[in-house]
């Protein structure tokens, strides 16, 4: 009876330990499974991360030089507008030019613009109404004065109408009169003649009383006396004069 008590309890105590001994080792198989498992996906997914940080990396890269790339072409179509407008803009100016052209072509040939122009030697000389005129800066007798005129290619000056009578006055009036010899004379026979043309004087200015010398006053000045008329004098006296020519027409 108490050899089968023993055995009984030995059975008790046996029998339910060996079960509970292989499913801890199971456990424990599943978990070092599952760990590692676990650790090859740890060690999957941090490749797959430095894939993706790489890919990423990569991307960027090239979304930079696509940029750049970009930058590039939108400048060079910039700088091939702006050619493309100077060219417009030659071509433009190219067209006006062509057209101008062929009016002219077609056109008939332009009026020659006048060349008849009045010229007179020199700052000295005033140009007036096809003449040039000089007022000399020195005194000198009356025939003095008329080798200075020629030696000028001109004459002294034939005062034949109240138009060019009327300019001497505008630009010799002074208060007292400004007396310049000019190309009348008389040879005593009071009749007075232009010496340059030999040609009797019509038109004349004189002041009142004057000519009043037949015997010794045989030259003729303009602008006498405050109404700066015309005076015959001595031609021996010293007194500016006044130069004539033509103008030259080029
Ligand atoms: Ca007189």
């Not at 056109?107 to 000089?134: F, K, Q, R, Y």
């Not at 009348?184 to 004057?210: K, V």
């Not at 006053?217 to 001595?234: I, K, M, P, Y």
Request: aromatic letters at 6%; hydrophobic letters at 35%; glycine letters at 6%.
């Amino acid at each position: 009876m108490q050899q089968v008590f023993v055995f009984l309890i030995l059975a008790c105590v046996s029998s339910p330990g060996t079960p509970k001994s292989v499913d801890v080792d199971t456990d424990d198989d599943v978990l070092t499974g599952l760990e590692k498992k676990t650790l090859e996906l740890e060690t999957q997914i941090a490749g797959l991360k430095t894939e993706i940080c790489a890919l990423e990396m990569k991307m960027k890269e090239e979304r930079d030089s696509n940029q750049n790339q970009l930058k590039g072409v939108s400048a060079n179509v910039s700088d091939t507008m702006k050619v493309v407008g100077d060219h417009t803009a030659a071509l433009a100016t190219l067209r006006l030019d062509i057209d101008s052209l062929i009016q002219s072509v077609n056109s008939p040939p332009p009026t020659p613009a006048p060349t008849d122009v009045s010229v007179c030697p020199g700052d000295d000389w005033v140009e007036h109404n096809g003449h040039c005129i000089l007022f000399s800066s020195e005194s000198v007798t009356w025939n003095t004065a008329k080798v200075r005129c020629m030696y000028y290619g001109a004459h002294l000056m034939v005062v034949d109408t109240e138009e060019l009578n009327t300019f001497l006055k505008i630009r010799l009036r002074a208060p007292d009169g400004n007396s310049h010899y000019v190309g009348g004379i008389d040879f005593g026979q009071a009749n007075w003649i232009w010496d340059s043309t030999n040609t009797e004087i019509g038109y004349t200015d004189w002041r009142i009383s004057q000519p009043s010398n037949g015997r010794t006053e045989h030259c003729l000045v303009v602008c006498s006396g405050s109404t700066c008329q015309w005076n015959d004098v001595d031609c021996y006296g010293n007194k500016k004069y006044i130069c004539q020519k033509a103008a030259v027409h080029g």
